[in-house]
């Protein structure tokens, strides 16, 4: 008996059925969330993209596009650090299978984002349900060597000594260019996503591939205007909403964007997105809703009228770090050039 080729055999006969089990497990899984996976290449018709740039923080957020969420035939929402049983859980929602409650439940335990309002989260829940509107993610998936940069990013958020200001603002720089960068990386990722999104979506939705043209609805933040840029300069049919008009991004978002474009960036810059970031604070604290564009634009005002020392002598002089009464301090040099605070939110949104 040749020994070898009982083993070589037996070994074959192992593989085989390791294969058999995992395509048995493959085709139980896609049974049961009711998926499907299409080997060849889908016709697609000619698409239309649409985007609509604004914050996800409030219900307003979420309105702001309502009637183009309506005209859309597909949606691409947001959506850092995904995965597939959040996707399982918006197929079987938008078809009515799934509460709102449970599909809220579900996201807040599965896929928190910091990003994201509750108020914007349960206002598109309500939008999207039993809409059967085919939902698509291209967004960065959870365990995404990018996504993971960007989840573990962080600035000295002020709580650790600095040997000086100018270090401060060197270390604001670096961190924004490393967004910036990422974010790039992450866009690039998105629009490679497009079109295979599309495919398996008219795979599952055989009538979606009978449209003369397919309208694309994405939802992103303001910090991503940049991908509009480039499917505009690539030729693709694509335009952009946003929820005001002009729309004022906050001083943090532009410095970003400078380094994306590769504008220059200067120190007063720099030093406001600190003032900015503590007026945010203090303003939320008060009840104001810090992703409406009234609100950033009088906190971007207000931290343009402070000049580079005038932000550094709210530190702490040796430290560097932020101190005990720097609300007070902030109060105070508001104060002496006689800027006042409004009451409410609707008293500063007729400020502009």
Known sequence: MNIEAVKNSSEKKKTGLFIEWINSIKDRFLKLYDLEIQEKHIELPPIDIRIHFGAHGTREDAMNFEKELEEADVYF??????????????????????????????????????????????????????????????????GHPIQKELKFLKFNNFSEKSKSFEELLDSMKDYAKKVAELQLKREEYMQSQIVPQLERLCAENPELAKKKTIRILMSLGSAHTTLYHVLKKEGQPVTRSFPDDPYVQSLFNELVRRYELGKPVNDEIVAGTFLESWLSGLLFDKGFSISKTATTRFIRDIALKFSVNDIKDLLDPKSFKLPPDFKNKILQQLKEKNIELPSSQEELDKLY
């Open 77 to 142: 929402p947001e959506s850092l650090g995904w995965d597939t049983a959040e996707l399982v859980a918006f197929k079987k929602f938008t078809e009515g299978k799934m509460s709102q409650e449970t599909l809220e439940r579900f996201m807040a335990k599965v896929t928190p984002r910091e990003y994201v309002g509750v108020g914007f989260e349960k206002q598109l829940f309500k939008m999207l349900y039993q809409t059967r509107k085919p939902v698509a993610f291209i967004d960065l998936p959870e």
